[in-house]
């Protein structure tokens, strides 16, 4: 395992924001975790760990250790008539993780085609797309627990799974390296197009398959989203918000334009895409940063942006939703 020292990161997050890691390494398996964990130069040090850098915003350098985990096996664990059980390596692309179930035949990820970013950081974010999440799949989480360098394994439930949002999120954040994460994968998929989106995409094709919803996801959204090689971006940069359903509805009477999603009893989701785009930012450039033509959802970092121009212009846009709508919108980005 090598251990790189004032490691530049710019090519190691989506937004291309230059910045640099005091120590950098990328374990391939949890005994090199352990011995990294253990090595006396790094004790006292801030840790962060991520994966591909698709959900990171530097807004400076990076004081500390980042650990990048390389664990890259799937291994079926078990299977029965109706389902197959994947354990699958933090470091594996999740959008290779996909394209794996979907060529075998096994449904329940793919609606997340295209998804920027690691196994390992799927279930931190409960990743959502088009009616699916991946709580809808995971059946367990592995993680070693930073402090004591032992190995834990949580459920499905002890995860506690919310909109874009998980244990990992709270009590545990900050505390843990994912090593694996167990799925469960239907022999026997149900194809979901619930979204107009998908369906408009699926209408010419009869009895559409896994491999014709993969295909439609990663159309709909190289339409939608930016290329991060073309131009920096983290994907969604906020939330959509969660309202009182009585709040959204009195604002879809005001704008028949807007459209509401159902979210646990007594609340709606609102898409933050349409509040942003109502407070005139769709298109818009600022500098070296602006949010994306089709997509307000997304901001983006021209050549030469920093993260100090990202995090005003994301602050610049919530205070413009809350003074418009009253509703505050929270980014999806970590901000480092």
């Known amino acids: 395992m090598m251990i790189t020292e004032n490691k530049e990161l710019n090519k190691l997050n989506t937004l291309g924001l230059k910045a640099k890691a005091r120590w950098y390494a990328q374990p391939a398996d949890v005994t090199s975790i352990k011995s990294l964990l253990s090595d006396t130069r790094f004790k006292g040090m801030q840790i962060l760990v991520t994966g591909s850098g698709s959900n990171l915003l530097y807004s400076k350098d990076f004081n500390g250790l980042l650990i990048r985990p390389d664990i890259t096996s799937i291994t079926v664990t078990g299977e029965d008539e109706n389902s197959v059980y994947l354990r699958a390596g933090a470091g594996i692309n999740w959008d290779t993780f996909v394209a794996y179930c979907v060529d075998r ?8 085609s295209h998804i920027p970013g690691c196994v390992g950081a799927s ?14 799949t995971v059946v367990c989480v592995e993680y070693i627990d930073l402090e004591t360098h032992t190995d834990h394994s949580i459920s499905k439930n002890e995860c506690r ?6 244990i990992f999120k709270r009590e545990l954040k900050s505390k843990t390296i994912i090593t694996y994460v167990t799925f469960c994968l239907s022999k026997f998929p149900v194809i979901n197009a619930n979204y107009s989106d998908v369906a408009t995409e699926l209408s010419g094709i ?9 295909k439609a996801i990663i ?4 339409r939608k989203l930016p290329d991060p090689e073309v131009i920096g971006n983290a994907g969604s940069f906020f939330k959509n918000p969660v309202v009182p359903e009585n709040m959204a509805i009195s604002l879809q009477n005001e704008n028949p334009t807007l459209k509401i999603f159902p979210a646990p009893s007594g609340f709606s989701k609102i898409p933050a895409a349409w509040l ?21 959802l997304v901001l983006v970092a021209y050549e030469g942006a920093t993260g100090e121009e990202l995090i005003n212009l994301a602050h610049s846009i919530q205070n413009s939703v809350f003074d418009k709508f009253k509703i505050e919108i929270e980014p999806e980005v970590n901000i480092v």
Do not use: M, T
């Not at 035949?105 to 997340?112: H, S």
């Not at 942003?276 to 070296?288: D, T, V, W």
């Open 161 to 166: 799974f919310g909109y874009r949002d998980s």
């Open 276 to 296: 942003i785009e109502q407070c005139g930012y769709k298109g818009k450039r600022f500098g070296n940063v602006g949010v994306h033509p089709n997509q307000a």
């Open 105 to 112: 035949g096994w449904g329940g990820v793919e609606n997340l």
């Open 123 to 136: 279930p931190v974010q409960n990743i959502g797309a088009y009616g699916s999440e991946v709580a809808d």
């Open 206 to 214: 009869n009895k559409p398959g896994l491999n014709d919803v993969r």
């Open 219 to 222: 159309d709909i959204r190289k």
